[in-house]
């Protein structure tokens, strides 16, 4: 996190103090700043105070017009160490989270079929299926989008573009690709763009598919990020959202806990040589809203989900006790 963003962030006040309590557990974790106390209650995600809107940016709330630079300022950060960080936060477990959510997404594809250039010969031209990954910058998801399709369906009649706001995360993204055989193909390409005002070249009604895994919470209006998911799906079109979600279980959710605020940030000091921003990406988890919180904003979207429950036939499904979530919905 750069010096210009540290001293944004301490001169704005915290919401809300961390409590301490005999009743309760504490955890405590060191970043080069300050130490951060018991999770508080979570206020409003969008407060209006008599300076304008706020929002929050980890537990602090924040001028709306700064939520960007300061999200922007995090994933500069840690860019470069971005997917070692994920394997070592999760034990890789993040892998099959995202394998299994690019399954469900990605059901059935028609195979692809060679056909030779002859001059003067008429040739099919199939449209592509395309997909939009948004804050997929390093290209996480888009490539096994792509790896499913030629994998499992034999489909190269697909077309994945990734947008994201960080343009770290971007080059991040093309260096990942340049190893593939995706690298200068139109099967992928990668954009600068916001996900709450996508590209103007991206046109209503055109997208098969729209993903956004662990981005989502990092964007200043949830409801303006799935409005303009619906307004570029075509009808029939499907939204998945991979993001942390709320453990249930009493024990296992403590237990969490405590591994997120003592252990994450301490392993983002060593592996990363930044302990704030990781602190603010847990924090930025607990003021996610909850599953069924989450449901109800894609359905005042526009979109049809399953009920507004977990598992078949429900509008999400629980990884790992809920530690991960996926939501799916459809564009009538």
Same mark, same amino acid.
């Given at each position: *996190?750069?010096? +210009?963003?540290?001293?944004?962030?301490?001169?704005?006040?915290? /919401?809300?103090? %961390?409590?301490?309590?005999?009743?309760?557990?504490?955890?405590?974790?060191?970043?080069?700043?300050?130490?951060?106390?018991?999770?508080?209650?979570?206020?409003?995600? @969008?407060?209006?105070?008599?300076?304008?809107?706020?929002? +929050?940016?980890?537990?602090?709330?924040?001028?709306?017009?700064?939520?960007?630079? #300061?999200?922007?300022?995090?994933? /500069? %950060?840690?860019?470069?160490? =971005?997917?070692? !960080?994920?394997?070592? *936060? /999760?034990?890789?477990? +993040?892998?099959?989270?995202?394998?299994?959510?690019?399954?469900?997404?990605?059901?059935?594809?028609?195979?692809?079929? +060679?056909?030779?250039?002859?001059?003067?010969?008429? $040739?099919?031209?199939?449209?592509?299926?395309?997909?939009?990954?948004?804050?997929?910058?390093?290209?996480?998801?888009?490539?096994?989008?792509?790896?499913?399709?030629?994998?499992?369906?034999?489909?190269?009649? $697909?077309?994945?573009?990734?947008?994201?706001? @960080?343009?770290? !995360?971007?080059?991040?993204?093309?260096?990942?690709?340049?190893?593939? &055989? =995706?690298?200068?193909?139109?099967?992928?390409?990668?954009?600068?763009?916001?996900?709450?005002?996508?590209?103007?070249?991206?046109?209503?009604?055109?997208?098969?598919?729209?993903?956004?895994? &662990?981005?989502?919470?990092?964007?200043?209006?949830?409801?303006?990020?799935?409005?303009?998911?619906?307004?570029?799906?075509?009808?029939?079109?499907?939204?998945?959202? #991979?993001?942390?979600?709320?453990?249930?279980?009493?024990? &296992?959710?403590?237990?969490?806990?405590? =591994?997120?605020?003592?252990?994450?940030?301490?392993?983002?000091?060593? #592996?990363?040589?930044? %302990?704030?921003?990781?602190?603010?990406?847990?924090?930025?988890?607990?003021?996610?809203?909850?599953?069924?919180?989450?449901?109800?904003? !894609?359905?005042?979207?526009?979109?049809?989900?399953?009920? #507004?429950?977990?598992?078949?036939?429900?509008?999400?499904?629980? =990884?790992? @006790?809920?530690?991960?979530?996926?939501?799916?919905?459809?564009?009538?």
């Amino acid at each position: *996190m750069n010096t +210009h963003t540290r001293h944004l962030l301490r001169s704005i006040p915290t /919401s809300t103090k %961390s409590r301490l309590s005999t009743g309760n557990i504490v955890a405590r974790c060191i970043s080069t700043s300050q130490i951060v106390g018991q999770v508080p209650p979570s206020p409003s995600s @969008n407060a209006s105070t008599s300076h304008g809107k706020t929002t +929050h940016f980890g537990f602090k709330e924040v001028p709306e017009e700064q939520k960007e630079t #300061l999200v922007g300022s995090v994933f /500069s %950060s840690v860019a470069s160490s =971005y997917d070692v !960080m994920n394997d070592a *936060m /999760s034990l890789g477990i +993040h892998r099959l989270w995202k394998d299994s959510f690019v399954s469900s997404l990605l059901p059935r594809l028609p195979p692809s079929l +060679h056909q030779n250039q002859v001059p003067g010969s008429s $040739i099919e031209v199939r449209e592509p299926f395309r997909c939009l990954d948004v804050a997929g910058g390093t290209g996480d998801i888009a490539l096994r989008i792509l790896d499913r399709a030629r994998e499992k369906f034999n489909s190269r009649d $697909i077309q994945v573009e990734i947008v994201d706001l @960080n343009q770290g !995360m971007l080059d991040e993204g093309r260096k990942r690709v340049a190893k593939t &055989f =995706y690298y200068n193909t139109p099967q992928i390409t990668f954009t600068h763009g916001n996900a709450q005002s996508l590209p103007s070249h991206i046109a209503d009604n055109s997208i098969d598919l729209y993903t956004i895994a &662990f981005g989502i919470r990092n964007c200043t209006s949830l409801p303006a990020v799935l409005s303009e998911a619906h307004r570029v799906l075509k009808p029939g079109g499907k939204i998945g959202v #991979l993001e942390f979600g709320k453990v249930s279980n009493p024990l &296992f959710k403590e237990i969490y806990r405590q =591994y997120s605020f003592q252990f994450i940030p301490i392993m983002g000091k060593i #592996l990363a040589g930044d %302990s704030e921003s990781y602190q603010y990406l847990v924090e930025s988890i607990e003021r996610f809203p909850s599953q069924p919180e989450f449901a109800q904003l !894609m359905r005042n979207a526009g979109f049809q989900t399953g009920q #507004l429950r977990e598992g078949k036939g429900g509008a999400w499904t629980d =990884y790992t @006790n809920g530690i991960a979530t996926a939501w799916t919905g459809v564009k009538a």
